[in-house]
């Protein structure tokens, strides 16, 4: 029934942003808290870039250039193996840490 599977998509897309969240608070990267079914999100360096070598990885992580965010990136939340999947593939383009958290909103 549509409620169930309204559920159970809110509880997936839920548990991927709490696994975004954690994964970019590790490698330092700050993050604007979401509501939605993405993640955004600021690498520290060209957006362009991080997302050409993601998308030769086979994942998308979009730029947000056209709204004047240079350094941000977006990226949807999916099947949890496939977050996964985007994490590694953002983690072996950057290299190394960063420094900071969670952004607040507003």
């Known amino acids: 029934n549509d409620a169930e599977f309204i559920r159970k ?3 997936a897309t839920w548990s991927g942003l709490d696994y ?10 700050d993050f604007v808290p979401s ?3 993405f993640i955004f999100f ?7 870039d991080v997302f050409n070598q993601c998308l ?12 004047g965010f240079m350094n941000h990136l977006r990226v949807s939340v999916g099947l949890q193996h496939e977050n996964e999947a985007a994490m590694l593939a953002l983690k072996q383009v950057l290299g190394g840490g960063h420094a900071s ?6």
Request: aromatic share 4%; glycine share 18%; proline share 2%.
């Open 9 to 11: 998509v809110q509880v």
């Open 20 to 29: 975004f969240g954690q994964e970019l608070k590790k490698m330092g990267l």
């Open 35 to 37: 509501q939605g079914n």
């Open 42 to 48: 600021d690498i520290g360096r060209d957006a362009t």
């Open 56 to 67: 030769r990885k086979g994942i998308i992580m979009r730029p947000l250039k056209n709204y």
């Open 101 to 106: 958290g969670q952004l607040t909103s507003g």
